[in-house]
């Protein structure tokens, strides 16, 4: 049997980052993976560039029961002390929209930057090792695939159900639960809606367009891209919306966030003023595309005609149409493409400064697994990084 200081469940941005903390402090650090690499999510995530940050990682910008549980460790690591160690491997990033960090390289960097960090900690890493069970005596008990592992602490750092071609599994779910923890319900997040039956027939003709739009889902609202799919809507401002939706909540989406909904009025009124005998299509066309105007002016039963000659109420209802249209989802497409999982661990169970389990000392919780979302753009590598941060000062 071997014996460590802490054993980490997880070899991804969280287990690592949580590793490297405790090793850099003398701690004795075995960490298992399952997989045969290291990093799986991080290597895909980006495109392949890893956004592994956001300069606006703030609270505000993650969904859980305890909205003010990600409060502590957000404050103690933040997105520039993640900067600070990307710039002190010499990494070359560049910051997109709405503060989205990016490697100029690739996900590789950050993926071999862990693995150096790891290893100047004298991290032990252990891959094609299956967790099979866990218990509890004086300390932690480990049976694996690759042998027997003793430790004072034990870190659960295995993700979420996201993107199962990764590795995801129950795991960590199942060992919150073994040591009598809730776990709040989950589900996909940072996901495209699927339409209803009735809505696909409707919009099937749009698949392939995408357009700037405003999408708003129980109050929150994203104003990005979104694209028009086989089966639904996807697209950031989709995605986003995501986050917020749960079976029987309405999705509005503002296909023209750049004028108000009185602009548009108006702007349709001086050009019926003017008399120019332009189509509506026409003048819609300069600023949605013209398959997304010809859908709509359809749904709202515009005739192929002259401005001029368009019903008031027609008009009206299109002006609505157009500024909040409104959709019920028959759910998201799932686990398969979500970015990440929504819910998990309780964290009414957990230190926010440590990640410990109030109920079992020693056991920590940490990244994905813990009930913590963050909106889509980096947001979830910070908190990988920031809870993973805390566990590490603290094994």
Same mark, same amino acid.
């Given at each position: 049997m071997e014996t460590y200081d802490v054993v980490v469940i997880g070899a991804g941005a969280a287990g690592m980052m949580c590793a490297i903390q405790a090793g850099r402090r003398g701690r004795r650090v075995a960490l298992l993976e399952h997989a045969g690499v290291i990093g799986q999510k991080i290597r895909i995530s980006g495109g392949g560039r890893c956004n592994f940050t956001n300069r606006g990682a703030t609270p505000e910008r993650y969904v859980s029961e305890n909205p003010d549980f990600c409060r502590s460790a957000l404050a103690r690591y933040t997105a520039e002390d993640f900067v600070e160690l990307v710039r002190a491997h010499g990494i070359a990033f560049h910051e997109k929209t709405l503060g989205q960090l990016f490697c100029d390289g690739s996900a590789q960097q950050i993926i071999d930057?862990?693995?150096?960090?790891?290893?100047?900690a004298r991290v032990t890493i252990a891959l094609n090792c299956q967790v099979q069970t866990v218990k509890k005596a004086d300390g932690f008990l480990i049976k694996t695939s690759a042998g027997d592992y003793a430790a004072e602490s034990l870190v659960i750092a295995t993700g979420g159900l996201s993107l199962p071609k990764t590795g995801a599994t129950h795991f960590g779910y199942r060992i919150a639960e073994q040591f009598g923890l809730r776990v709040v319900p989950t589900s996909a997040a940072l996901d495209a809606f699927v339409f209803s039956e009735n809505d696909r027939r409707r919009f099937e003709e749009l698949a392939g367009v995408s357009l700037p739009a405003a999408v708003t889902c129980h109050g929150a609202r994203f104003e990005e891209g979104i694209l028009f799919t086989h089966t639904g809507l996807s697209g950031p401002a989709a995605l986003q919306a995501s986050l917020y939706w749960q079976p029987g909540r309405k999705v509005s989406v503002d296909l023209l966030p750049s004028m108000s909904t009185d602009e548009l009025r108006s702007w349709l009124a001086q050009k019926k003023t003017d008399g120019s005998g332009a189509k509506v299509e026409t003048l819609l066309a300069e600023r949605l595309p013209r398959r997304v105007v010809d859908r709509f002016c359809r749904l709202h039963n515009l005739t192929p005609r002259s401005l001029a000659q368009q019903p008031a109420a027609a008009l009206e209802s299109l002006c609505r149409g157009l500024k909040a249209w409104t959709f019920m989802p028959r759910g998201t497409a799932g686990y398969g493409t979500a970015e990440v999982t929504r819910g998990g661990v309780d964290t009414k169970a957990l230190s926010s400064k440590t990640m410990e389990c109030h109920t079992v000392p020693g056991l %920590?919780?940490?990244g994905e697994v813990v009930d913590v979302t963050g909106w889509l753009g980096? %947001?979830?590598?910070?908190?990988?990084?920031s809870s993973g941060w805390a566990a590490g000062q603290a094994v």
């Open positions: 930057m862990l693995i150096e960090e790891c290893r100047r %920590y919780f940490i980096g %947001y979830n590598f910070q908190w990988a990084w």
